[in-house]
């Protein structure tokens, strides 16, 4: 059985050999780059994608014996890690678009919580000084009309107290 050129430096990889390593970086790194910028377009992602492609064959080169087309397991390495990559993006842009929209809804709630709260001080202190401008007995008469009523709100009951 004839061993290829690839084969030869698979196997002197596999047994460590630094020097089948140079050999196969200098010869597909070029070809990985350029495959990887091709899908991403970006240049340098595609570089540092390539560099840590090839550096796996060196931390796996025990298993580098074993392929037989170290061209396709380039490229099927390859492409995995950028379909990875971009499914990170997507992930990471669907995060950041949902914690967006959660921030807006949370300060739209707030603005609404605020202005509603502004207008209920507002009122609160309108009845206040129109409870104040009343005669003593009337008073007297809007206090317990007014607990009678937040009883029955603490209860459960949202109706007006029943005029006799």
């Known amino acids: 059985m004839e061993f290829t ?8 990889l596999s047994r460590g050999d630094e020097k089948a390593f140079e ?7 070029p070809r990985v780059k350029r495959f990887i910028s091709g899908l991403l377009q970006d240049d340098i992602t595609a570089e540092d994608f390539a560099q840590d492609i090839l550096l796996k064959l060196w931390q796996k080169r025990e298993e580098m014996a074993k392929i037989e087309n170290l061209n396709a397991y380039l490229y099927r390495t390859s492409r995995n890690a950028v ?3 971009l499914r990170h993006i997507l ?8 914690q967006q929209e959660n921030l807006s809804r949370q ?3 707030g603005a609404g919580n605020i202005e509603e709260n502004m207008f209920a001080e507002e009122l609160l202190l309108l009845i206040q000084h129109t409870v ?3 005669p003593a007995q009337r008073k007297r008469i809007y206090a317990v009309s007014y607990t009678h009523l937040r009883a029955h709100e603490t209860k459960g009951e949202s109706r007006m107290p ?3």
């Open 132 to 134: 104040e401008q009343m």
């Open 107 to 109: 300060q739209n709630e």
């Open 23 to 29: 050999v196969l970086f200098m010869r597909y790194f």
């Open 162 to 164: 029943s005029s006799a």
């Open 5 to 12: 050129e690839e084969q030869i430096l698979l196997r002197a």
């Open 83 to 85: 379909y990875q990559h």
């Open 91 to 98: 992930l990471v842009n669907e995060y950041g678009e949902k």
